[in-house]
DNA sequence: CGATCGCTTGAGCAAAATCAAACCTCGTGG
DNA sequence: CCACGAGGTTTGATTTTGCTCAAGCGATCG
């Protein structure tokens, strides 16, 4: 169940068929279904295990005693929310679903199982964090130091690298989850900033989106404006070092 | 050498003398020293190896194509930079001291001696991993969400805390390692803007500052108007549960 | 059919950016 | 000892970006 996450890890280095293994039966332990905007766990509470998401999309958030609302990270299928977090108490931050989505709960012992027994995992997971953080970095950047325009156009060129790194992009074109007020929330701007700021990328042709659905006309001019690059996921092959031996024989697909 | 490192992982979980000892060989190996605001290693470059901040300040920044530059980490010492950045090809962002600094050099393997010989290390680095990225996504609701003047009194709160985790404030003062065109770089603002809500701040009575030295007058009431917490920072040693067990000889001090 | 949710629009306003210049302080070298 | 200069800080005037408030629009769903 959690090709993705094998794919996202491939994107790193090659697994072997016991690893691939493995990782499937991660994600086929106890799968809980949310419908759209619901509340996976809330700021405060024991953080039972570690989670995840199989399919749909979920973000984490943070919310300031008067309400105010900043969403510090967006999940697509194949990313695990925080791998370790069973070392702290209380989460301090929630996880919400933004659409419909399964989420699979992994026990602590599994994922120490699973880093025990894989050393190639365990540096996968590794690598995972690292961009995990890189992008918390660079959404930082955004926030700090691009304008509106910069920052949406940044976060559409990121959401669709990271859902096409697990296969989930047509040609130039992927999901968009967010509602305008959320995708501000995001971003650090208001709704209705957002929302002009859409209106005038649209008008200059470099996005088009219509019930949560993206597409790039020029994804090149788009990634400009953005002053976007890849570099930050590092999804260039980058523990290829490490790779497991290529099989000979194609093994059956599940 | 490491006995910041030392400290802080205390606030997590009691150390045995074992591991104390380990931990301090891992901050005496290639100690290098830097001047004020210098770059330890730049975007673009292989990361060599995972650096400790024995002594000093300094910071994580990433800089824009067309010169915009965010900070986006602030160390103090005992500070890891990247536990497992090893494995990755190159650096998605530079690292650079602000005042003069003493950085530790700790090979990938010292890194993972140490956490497959102790597993409670092991999981003081979780901890401090998970700490790291709360301040990140604490620095995105900042960046996101508060006005400039939450946003000074935050950093400024934070700043003060981390410092005592690892003893080195006074009562109600510690050091501020920032300019003014850095601390406007790592809070999203403009140098003149920060210059102004300085001065706010210490005609309200809730900061004074010269000379690279911070006091607090009231913390309670800064923290107040920064909407500051804690829990983002774990300090309350949640890993208590995994304590080695305390000797009944006291250890001669070192 | 009405309610709700998400999107859109407009007018006025506030926060922060920009530009430009001056000032202060501290170390250096004449 | 003083002049000089560099780096950091401060100030003022002006502009821009994005925020606030308020209302209307348009689907979709019970």
Redesign the interface.
């Known amino acids: 169940m959690s090709e993705h996450l094998i794919r996202k890890l491939e994107r790193f280095v090659q697994l072997s068929d016991d690893e691939r293994t493995a990782l499937q039966a991660v994600g086929s332990g106890r799968v809980r279904s949310f419908g759209p905007r619901e509340d996976v766990i809330q700021e405060g509470a024991p953080p039972s295990c570690t989670r995840l998401l199989v399919s749909g999309y979920a973000c ?1 958030y ?1 919310t ?3 309400g ?3 969403i ?2 967006l999940f697509v299928p194949g990313d695990f929310c ?1 791998p ?2 069973f ?4 989460m ?2 929630s996880i919400a679903t933004l659409s419909g989505a399964r989420i699979a709960e992994v026990s602590k012992d599994e994922v120490i199982g699973l880093t025990e027994r894989f050393p190639r995992i365990t ?1 996968a997971f ?2 995972d ?2 961009v ?3 992008i ?6 955004s ?4 304008s509106a325009r910069e920052r949406v156009a940044h976060q559409f060129c990121a959401l669709y690298v990271r859902q096409r790194a697990v296969g989930l992009t047509d040609e130039g074109e992927c999901d968009m989850p967010l509602t305008q007020a959320e995708l501000a929330e995001a ?2 701007i208001t709704t209705v900033h957002a929302n002009r700021t859409l209106q005038r990328l649209r008008a200059e042709g470099l996005i088009s989106l219509k019930s949560n659905r993206l597409v790039f006309p020029d994804f090149e001019a788009l990634a400009r404006t953005a ?1 976007f690059s890849t ?2 996921l ?1 999804l ?1 092959r ?2 290829e070092a490490f790779d497991a031996p290529r099989r000979l024989t194609v093994p059956v697909e599940v």
């Open positions: 984490r943070r300031l005693p008067d105010r609302r900043q510090v990270s925080d370790h977090v070392v702290l108490q209380e301090d931050h540096r590794w690598w964090s690292l995990t953080e890189a918390l970095r660079e959404w930082i950047v926030v700090g130091r691009r971003l650090g002053l570099a930050y590092h260039g980058e523990g």
